[in-house]
C-alpha cells in the first residue's frame, strides 16, 4: 500500500480482526492518527531500513522466533532489497523468516479469492503463525486479510 488512504482502508479490516496494521505509506500524506480513529493503525516513518528495523524489534519483543513474510510479487524484483533488509534485521534480533510466500500480482489473477487460497494453504505445514506483509496493493492486501480470516489463521493462538 503506497498511500496513506489504502493504508486507512486496510486498517478498517484490521479493526474487523482486531489485528494490528503498521503503515508505510508515506508521511508526508498522513492525516493525525485521531481523527481516523483507527487503535489499530500505526503509521511508520519513510525510510525502509528504520520501518523493518522496527518491525524486527516488535518481533523480538513478543519473542517470536520465526515469522513468515508474504508480499505481492512485482516484476520488477523491487521486494528483493526489502526482503533481505527484513532477514537481516530479524537475524540481528535472533529471529528468521521460516517461509517466503510471494502473492502473484492481483491483477493477473482471474480468481483472486481461489488463489489466495491456495497460496494460503501452503502455510498449513509452517509453524510460525506470525504474518509479516511486506508490501501488497490495497485489492491484494484485502483479499489476503479476508481469506486468512475465513481459513482461521487470524485469532487469539500464541505464535511461535
Given amino acids: 500500500m503506497d498511500t496513506w488512504q489504502q493504508a486507512a482502508l486496510a486498517a478498517e479490516i484490521g479493526n474487523q480482526a482486531q489485528v494490528p496494521v503498521l503503515s508505510l505509506a ?9 481523527q481516523l480513529g483507527r487503535s489499530t493503525l500505526i503509521q511508520m516513518g519513510t525510510n525502509v531500513s528504520e520501518q523493518i ?11 517470536w522466533r520465526r515469522v513468515i513474510a508474504i508480499y505481492e510479487d512485482d516484476a520488477y524484483g523491487g521486494n528483493a532489497e526489502m526482503l533481505t533488509i527484513l532477514s537481516e534485521a530479524l ?33 498449513l505445514s509452517t509453524q ?3 504474518f509479516i506483509v511486506l508490501q501488497s ?8 486479510f479476508q481469506e486468512a480470516r475465513r481459513m482461521d489463521f487470524m485469532g487469539k493462538t500464541q505464535p511461535g
Fill in 91 to 123: 537475524q540481528r534480533v535472533g529471529s528468521e523468516i521460516e517461509y517466503h510466500l510471494p502473492l502473484p500480482p492481483i491483477s493477473s489473477l482471474s480468481d483472486p479469492r481461489g488463489a489466495v487460497h491456495q497460496e494460503l494453504l501452503k502455510l
Fill in 137 to 144: 496493493s490495497l485489492p491484494m492486501a484485502t483479499q489476503l
Fill in 26 to 34: 508515506a508521511s508526508a500524506s498522513c492525516p493525525p492518527s485521531r
Fill in 53 to 63: 528495523r522496527c518491525i524486527a524489534a516488535i518481533v523480538h519483543s513478543y519473542h
Fill in 128 to 130: 510460525s503463525r506470525v
